[in-house]
């Protein structure tokens, strides 16, 4: 590929039959290549998929050559006209416009350090000659474009129109324009005449197709719309394959509809502040989360398919669904799930109409599952793959790809394993109900809590005492709860993992959240007064009371099979203890709000400890992160299981050394329980007796 330095992808249509693209190959006769860029690139067949600014990469080196009659056809200056004004209203740089000029018409270019300044010593490359008459074309352009129908042209013909005046006007620079010194060249032109109507017409026609196509795409949504209830939305959207499916629908059903016009389609919808946002990372994303609730819900792929999750039904895939698992599953080493959906693909392949798969044919899948077979050792299957293929498709990318690792045979790839993984998918797949480790001990118990003022009593049941950790119920109204998810609801970013100065986005954690402090929302103060009245630790946040002893409350919202891997929340790198330490200290309690009720999935599981808790909404789940000896208890190991069913909102609540010294006091003994310690400190409680 030339590269032609700019991101556009100029791809040629008919009349360029075999070959789409611009190619070192197509360059015998850089005439001949000019004159048929000028005249086929730029009227009909020019496709810019992106169209940013150029990254000049390329060096081919031809010099411009003399042009060809069809080229000096080209200057017939009306035919620039309804062109030209958008040069004058897009804001395209002079520099940008050269360069882009150079690369229609394959002259040389360099380097981007060596793009012009306005003096136009350097033009790509070009001579000064050739720089100064640039300027001349472009500034004449400008200015006539100041006074012709600027507004007159649709925004979506731009990127080809673009072309067409770039091209048109390199001629019109290299041969200098001055068509009306000879009257053969005139002659020329308007003999030429007609194969420029031509190419206009394939343009039109190219542009009636493109609007069936997007017409059809529009009433096709529309009628799938007025079929469903709007106000069902947010139930419809609780099942994974039906947030997969809108994902999808939005980064790349709108994408290939709209075609090279997306980027001002989406112009216009975000000045009517519509989202309208997803992008290729968020496919890969939700592809990655459908992964995530197969291994740790241990689904199998067949069922997902149909919309089966542990029960719970929602809409099925469609076999490009299927084979994108299948091709993520691979490419993260999955590759027995990689198979599973390959073989869920064909045999939904071998049910779906041609119309409807047309994308994807059978030996398209093959050849992957060859690839698969091959990376898992088994070469026999991955050679009986690849003979099935090689004739039905011989140039699918997997083909190709296939044929060379079966000469290379790469080394078998071996399932990544992690240790705490089992534990974590045996927590997580239990029923939505609190599972305890040991329920038959004396100590977990449900009792009334009684606060530091009399009249509250809070529900509590004590889960572990090795770790302390119990949950309260209705600790927050349901208006409470839904107070705190309305004030975050226009300001979630994504949630980061790791320290404060490092920290970083990954897929360890996917959820959204924001923070909201006790002085912007009176419902905040208000519950985080109930759990200093709760845990008998202060909360203040006030900075004129000293170092605060909490955070903000956290605020959380899951997405697509959203998930939090296994951490422990105190800081635990040296110099973030150490900043932290200088204020307020480490994080040493949590108490983790549930915002929401969770109908499968979403539950907060204890890895080390082997504890379970299901998301219940305004219940909140309360634990040390310290043990009673100031150690940071490894038991109190956590993680968030990815959600299957439904809506999962949390509010984090982390309380601070500061202010807690006395407060959480230190146990007599080594061995003394968080249990012990309350016993010693707070007689309030009632006597837990033995059952
Ligand atoms: O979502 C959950 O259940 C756990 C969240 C968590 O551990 C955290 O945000 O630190
Ligand atoms: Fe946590």
Redesign the pocket.
């Known amino acids: 590929m030339l590269g032609l330095g700019l991101q556009p992808d100029l791809t040629l249509g008919k009349h360029w039959k075999s070959s789409t693209k611009l190619s070192r190959n197509h360059i015998k006769y850089p005439e001949q290549l000019i004159t048929k860029a000028c005249v086929h690139v730029s009227l009909t067949a020019v496709r810019v998929n992106s169209w940013s600014k150029p990254a000049l990469s390329l060096s081919p080196a031809f010099s411009p050559s003399p042009l060809s009659p069809v080229g000096h056809a080209m200057l017939q200056p009306a035919l620039l006209q309804p062109v030209v004004c958008l040069i004058g209203t897009a804001a395209i740089t002079d520099t940008d416009c050269v360069c882009l000029l150079s690369a229609v018409c394959c002259l040389p270019l360099r380097r981007e350090t060596e793009w012009p300044g306005r003096d136009g010593s350097s033009y790509c490359g070009w001579s000064t000659q050739l720089a100064r008459r640039a300027h001349q074309v472009i500034w004449y352009i400008r200015i006539y474009a100041d006074r012709t129908m600027a507004t007159a042209l649709r925004d979506e013909t731009r990127p080809q129109i673009w072309l067409t005046i770039l091209t048109w006007s390199t001629v019109l620079i290299m041969v200098g324009g001055e068509i009306f010194t000879s009257s053969l060249k005139v002659e020329r032109l308007v003999q030429e005449e007609r194969t420029v109507l031509d190419e206009l017409k394939q343009y039109i026609d190219h542009q009636y197709d493109r609007l069936k196509d997007l017409s059809s795409f529009y009433t096709d949504r529309v009628k799938e719309l007025n079929l469903q209830d709007s106000s069902k939305t947010p139930e419809v959207l609780q099942h994974p394959n039906a947030v997969y499916k809108a994902i999808k629908r939005f980064s790349s059903d709108y994408a290939l509809a709209l075609g090279e016009n997306l980027e001002s389609f989406r112009r216009t919808v975000a000045t009517a502040q519509v989202p309208f946002e997803a992008d290729h990372g968020d496919i890969r994303g939700a592809t990655l989360s459908l992964l995530r609730l197969q291994s740790v819900y241990q689904l199998k792929a067949v069922d997902m398919a149909q919309g089966d999750y542990l029960g719970y039904r929602g809409p099925p895939l469609s076999p490009i669904d299927t084979f994108e698992l299948g091709q993520l599953a691979f490419s993260e080493s999955r590759l027995n799930d990689s198979l599973d959906w390959l073989n869920v693909t064909l045999s939904l392949l071998s049910h779906f109409s041609a119309k409807a798969s047309s994308h994807l044919s059978p030996a398209h899948v093959k050849a992957l599952m060859g690839r698969v077979h091959l990376y898992g050792g088994n070469d026999y299957m991955a050679q009986g793959l690849y003979d099935e293929v090689k004739f039905t498709d011989p140039s699918g990318g997997d083909t190709l790809e296939l044929s060379k690792e079966l000469l290379d045979r790469p080394r078998a790839l071996l399932p990544k394993q992690q240790d705490y993984f089992q534990n974590f998918s045996r927590l997580c797949s239990l029923d939505n109900v609190l599972h305890v480790p040991n329920p038959a001990h004396p100590t977990m118990v449900c009792r009334y809590r009684e606060a530091l003022l009399p009249y509250y009593l809070f529900k509590e049941e004590i889960l572990s005492e090795q770790p302390f950790a119990s949950v309260i119920y209705n600790l927050t109204s349901d208006i409470e709860a839904d107070t705190l998810k309305n004030h975050v609801k226009n300001q979630l970013v994504r949630?980061r993992v790791g320290d404060t100065a490092t920290s970083f986005v990954s897929d360890i954690?996917t959820?959204d959240?924001s923070w909201v402090w006790d002085s912007e929302s009176s419902t905040a103060a208000n519950i985080s007064l109930r759990i200093k009245h709760l845990t008998g630790l202060e909360t203040n946040q006030d900075p004129s009371a000293g170092p605060a002893s909490t955070e903000a409350f956290?605020v959380?919202n899951?997405g697509l099979g959203g998930?939090?891997e296994v951490?422990v929340?105190p800081f635990e790198d040296d110099a973030t203890i150490e900043q932290v330490m200088e204020n307020s200290g480490n994080r040493i309690a949590?108490v983790?709000l549930y915002l929401s009720d969770v109908t499968r999935g979403?539950?907060?599981?204890f890895t080390k400890a082997g504890m379970a808790?299901a998301?219940v909404k305004n219940m909140a789940?309360f634990w040390y992160n310290f043990r009673p000896d100031h150690q940071l208890d490894y038991l109190t190991y956590?993680?968030?299981?990815p959600v299957v069913i439904g809506h999962?909102w949390?509010a984090?609540k982390w309380i601070w050394t500061a202010g807690n010294t006395f407060r959480r006091r230190c146990a007599l003994s080594p061995q003394a329980s968080q249990l012990d310690i309350e016993r010693d400190m707070r007689k309030s409680y009632r006597p837990l007796e033995p059952r």
């Open positions: 949630g954690r959820s959240l956290q959380v899951y998930h939090y951490h929340d949590t983790l979403g539950s907060t599981v808790v998301p789940l956590h993680a968030g299981c999962k949390i984090n």
